[in-house]
């Protein structure tokens, strides 16, 4: 699998997102003026600040050369994950409904969250049990996911949400809430299901050593989600 | 212009029109001294133009130049074969095996962020990572050391609140993780808040480029941001008191930050160094142009020539002297190869920064400054850079702080009530409560090589690619530095190294930073003295060199100086990154044991401050022959794999220090059973902050193993109870007493405090 990993001016999780993707399949770094995505299998957007974050997180990144072959590549049905900042110029592109504003406590947020999985039948989520509950970190100060209410009723009666913020006994509590997202929303995915935002940082969950493991079902999903559409 | 023009010995220099005339006055108000005055006419061979005065005033100031601390700095020790680079560049470099270095400093922004919290400590991380990444080093990790007066008070939230968001927005934006640090809070920093940023960077050994104007003929260009009008005089404004009137009056002098604009300078500057089509490099930092013009000059013997109309600046009708003195935040000095000047643009240009040719490097050793042609300034540089007058002044102990020392403490050894409530009362001390509320507004996890996190003894990276990590700890405790200035600065380098050999790291290295009231005054430049004394003797005890640092003076408001407070920035190697340990119990079963002994010191403890709001009384002792081995005792228990936890005990105590590693990280707490045998008061006994101890826990069935390592190192090691599940209860008996405590009202104090002071609603009318 071969995997793009655009980095935007300002983007500071692109190594981590490149070496996650690397265990998974052969990935190469896109600066955000190069164009062409064609010889890729799967594109991802990493967390930072991608332009400082100036006038909205994401809102000038999207409008980046590079962003319309982004679009591009998704209407074709090619696999695109935004994570964190990534998370958040999809949804400036509308690659996805919504949008993410300031985190209910006006602070950034750095912390490990739980997560549980809503769905474990999409492209990026394959490797997980429905329900199965993820110790993953978190670190924005916009994560705060916001639509109007027809959009939540719609991604709920879809399934397009993917991950949600859950307690240790797997409950959708205000309290296990770190940004005050509407329902919980960690994680969506579009109506096509090929292109999925979400604001944990499933990259630095890859490793013992760091804490947990349980990130790498996203990169290996994504694995052998694109394998399975290829053979 | 030639160079062989630059080599005429006779200097004229032009005062410019509008320039005010040189006066007694407006020396004063540079900061100059008459006598500092006399020996820049010597070193001019004429009077110095208005551009002239305002460079020497710059770069002799105490900021820059050093002058009251430079002597007595001579006397750390700053050599060790693993030692790179000592001080004197913008960072201190040491081998850390594999081929891998690590560049690594800590440097202060007291000044600014008692002004404009936010601002003033952003700009310090800035600054921080520039002198990192200038050395050719990825910045890998940031650490904060922070010192407020008491919360209670509405302006010091403000200042503290202000400062966390300020060091988290900039580290957050750039991308490296913060891993540690240390905040205390205590009235002697009422008015002086100190805000001091330690950053790690990590580098190949043949990546290392130093702050030198090598290459007579070679450009010298400006990088990055363009020059403003902001933080003129900087440097100068940071070598006075504070008083009452600052806040409005030095806003001008402080920087504001742009973060996204240094994440692209840090690339375009590591790629600048890979590309070799330059020789040195240096921030803008403190000073400006001026600073690092002169001194990429003076390191390199060489001279330089500056043309004031090719920088690229903000505003229009800047003069000369502004362009020189602008601290203008994110900005470079490079040295490019002459001939290469396409390259640096090129690198430049991907990442979106102006980079323009300002000047060359000269063989005459001048400092040489033109407007549009004209001569504004011509300076030797070498006197300019080292010739910055020193003092050894007459330092005299305060009467004052010899009777608090001597104060009776026994009366306080009495508990005063319940030993469990003074025990609740000490976890939920802002002092030593977790300070999970500050850092987790800071990434800790970003570049995916965080170990240890913050909250633990020390902050631990892996180096990817290799077996290896690096550990890295701040410490100071100012209350027993200004009860007793050499015995506290040996206790913050002893509790520093103690804080790496907890999580399995070799200390290895010192950076320093040494926070200080007006050195001028008598009690002050002895306490100054003493520390430096104090922290030399324990370097060399460790052999833990320095390699590089700051010195802080006139933390002053109204004539009321800050406690000595020269925070020790250590770093260590864990050679073997599966065998680190942490502070927290693992195991129910587990035996406690203690390494060192309890004397039941209580002077200038926690205890003292949060019972009767007293600093008084004689530090705790510090033994660096047993510290050190202590040191090696843990280390060699952690390489035989004999430890399931390690932690150091500080403020507040032995009980405090139980607790800590029973809550662990608040997900799995454990219970504790302790019984001590020591004759000592109950007060005494739990609370009092002795030194060289530090709490180890093992299997049951490696215990006598573990006792025996401690014996073959000849520290006092004894088992004094087992880890219960929390359900057990949280249980410390003394004799004549014992604390006795849930874990989940003891988590609530400890994890809850400080959210539930910053958090609290505002009370009308504050």
């Known amino acids: 699998m071969r995997i793009a990993v655009i980095t935007f001016p300002g983007s500071n999780c692109d190594y981590d997102l490149y070496k996650a993707a690397q265990r998974v399949g052969e990935a190469r770094f896109v600066w955000h003026r190069e164009r062409g995505l064609d010889d890729f299998d799967a594109v991802l957007l990493p967390g930072g600040f991608s332009y400082g974050d100036y006038l909205r997180p994401g809102a000038i990144a999207r409008m980046s050369p590079i962003m319309e072959d982004v679009t591009a590549f998704a209407r074709g049905g090619g696999p695109v994950l935004g994570i964190c900042n990534g998370f958040q110029v999809l949804c400036e592109a509308s690659l996805l409904p919504g949008a993410l504003v300031r985190n209910a406590s006006l602070r950034f947020e750095s912390r490990d969250v739980l997560l549980r999985v809503e769905r474990a039948d999409t492209l990026f989520t394959g490797d997980y049990r429905d329900g199965q509950v993820l110790r993953i970190p978190i670190a924005h100060g916009d994560g705060s996911y916001v639509a109007d209410d027809a959009t939540l009723d719609a991604l709920e009666a879809e399934r397009r949400v993917v991950f949600r913020y859950v307690d240790a006994s797997g409950e959708a509590t205000a309290a296990a809430n770190p940004n005050g997202s509407l329902r919980n929303i960690a994680g969506i995915v579009n109506e096509r299901g090929n292109v999925m935002g979400m604001m944990p940082h499933p990259e630095r969950a890859t490793e013992e050593l760091l804490g947990s493991t349980d990130g790498s079902g996203v990169f290996t999903s994504l694995a052998s989600g694109v394998a399975a559409s290829a053979s | ?766």
């Open chain 2, 1 to 766: 212009m030639s160079t062989a023009e630059g080599t005429a010995t006779e200097t004229h220099a032009s005062p410019r029109p509008g320039d005010p005339p040189i006066t007694p006055e407006l020396v004063a108000e540079h900061g100059l001294s008459e006598e500092e005055f006399e020996r820049v006419r010597r070193v001019m061979g004429r009077e110095p133009t208005f551009t002239e005065l305002g460079v020497f005033s710059a770069m002799w100031s105490e900021h820059c130049g050093y002058k009251n601390s430079k002597r007595l700095l001579r006397l750390l020790p700053t050599k060790a074969p693993w030692v790179i680079q000592g001080p004197g560049e913008n960072a201190g470099v040491i081998d850390i095996g594999d081929g891998y270095a690590l560049a690594f400093k800590i440097e202060s922004h007291n000044h600014p962020s008692a002004v404009e919290p936010y601002q003033g400590a952003a700009t310090g991380v800035g600054g921080i990572l520039r002198d990192i990444f200038t050395m050719g080093a990825r910045p890998v990790a940031v650490l904060d050391s922070l010192r407020f007066g008491d919360l209670d008070d509405p302006r010091v939230r403000y200042l503290f609140g202000g400062v966390v968001r300020g060091v988290g927005d900039y580290g957050n934006c750039v991308g490296v993780p913060n891993i540690g640090g240390e905040v205390a809070f205590d009235r002697g920093y009422a008015g002086n808040p100190i805000v001091n940023a330690m950053c790690l960077g990590l580098l190949k050994h043949e990546d290392l480029i130093t702050a030198s104007a090598s290459g007579v003929g070679n450009t010298l260009m400006a990088v990055g941001a363009r020059t403003g009008r902001d933080g003129i005089h900087g440097a100068t404004f940071a070598s006075e008191e504070l008083s009452g009137d600052s806040d409005e009056a030095s806003r001008p002098q402080v920087q504001v930050g742009d973060p996204f604009t240094e994440k692209l300078l840090l690339e375009a500057s590591l790629e600048l160094i890979a590309s070799g089509a330059i020789t040195g490099i240096q921030d803008m930092g403190a000073a400006g142009i001026t600073s690092s013009a002169s001194e990429m000059a003076g390191r390199a013997g060489n001279g330089v020539e500056i043309e004031m109309a090719d920088v690229p600046v903000r505003e229009a009708g800047m003069t000369p002297y502004e362009i020189l003195l602008s601290e203008s935040q994110e900005r470079m000095l490079v040295v490019a190869e002459r001939g290469r000047e396409h390259e640096v643009r090129r690198i430049l240009e991907k990442w979106e920064l102006e980079a323009a040719e300002i000047g060359r490097v000269t063989d005459d050793g001048r400092f040489r400054v033109l407007e549009s042609g004209a001569v504004v300034a011509d300076i030797p540089a070498l006197p300019l850079t080292q010739g910055c007058p020193t003092y050894e002044r007459e330092g005299v102990e305060s009467e004052d702080v010899r009777a608090l020392r001597s104060a009776d403490l026994s009366e306080h050894l009495i508990p005063q009530g319940d030993l469990t409530r003074s025990f609740l009362l000490l976890l939920s001390s802002p002092n030593v409560a977790s300070k999970r509320w500050i850092y987790e507004q800071y990434d800790s996890t970003v570049r995916t090589g965080t170990v240890v996190r913050p909250g633990g003894d020390a902050g631990v990276i892996r180096i990817r690619g290799t077996d290896r990590a690096v550990a890295a700890t701040t410490d100071c405790n100012g209350r027993f530095v200004y009860l007793a200035p050499r015995r506290g600065a040996m206790i913050a380098v002893a509790e520093a190294a103690r804080n790496l050999v907890c999580v399995g790291a070799v200390p290895t290295a010192v950076t320093n930073n040494l926070n200080f009231g007006n050195p001028l005054k008598p009690h002050i430049y002895f306490q100054f003295r003493q520390a430096v004394l104090g922290m030399a003797e324990a370097c060399e005890a460790f052999e833990t060199p320095v390699t590089g640092g700051n010195v802080s003076f006139y933390n002053e408001t109204d004539g009321r100086a800050i406690y000595p407070t020269p925070v020790i920035g250590m770093v260590g190697v864990i050679e073997d990154v599966g065998r680190l340990t942490r502070q927290a119990f693992r195991a129910a079963g587990d035996d406690i044991v203690l390494l060192g002994e309890n004397r039941g010191e209580l002077g200038g403890s926690e205890y003292l401050y949060v019972t009767a709001r007293l600093v008084a009384g004689e530090p705790p002792a510090v033994d660096l022959v047993a510290e050190r081995a202590l040191q090696h005792a843990v280390l060699a228990l952690a390489h035989e794999g004999l430890l399931r936890s390690a932690h150091d005990c500080s403020e507040g105590g032995l009980a405090c220090a139980l607790a800590e590693c029973a809550l662990g990280d608040g997900t799995t707490p454990h219970g504790v059973r302790v019984e001590l045998d020591d004759d000592l008061a109950p007060v005494a006994a739990l609370f009092g902050e002795d030194q060289g101890r530090i709490l180890i826990t093992c299997d049951p069935s490696s215990t006598g193993e573990v006792l025996r390592v401690a014996e073959r190192h000849d520290v006092p090691a004894r088992r004094i109870g087992s880890v219960t599940d929390a359900k057990g209860g949280f249980r410390v008996a003394v004799r004549s007493g014992s604390v006795s405590a849930d874990p989940a009202t003891m988590a609530d104090a400890y994890f809850g405090s400080l959210a539930r002071i910053m958090d609290a609603p505002l009370e009308p009318g504050a």
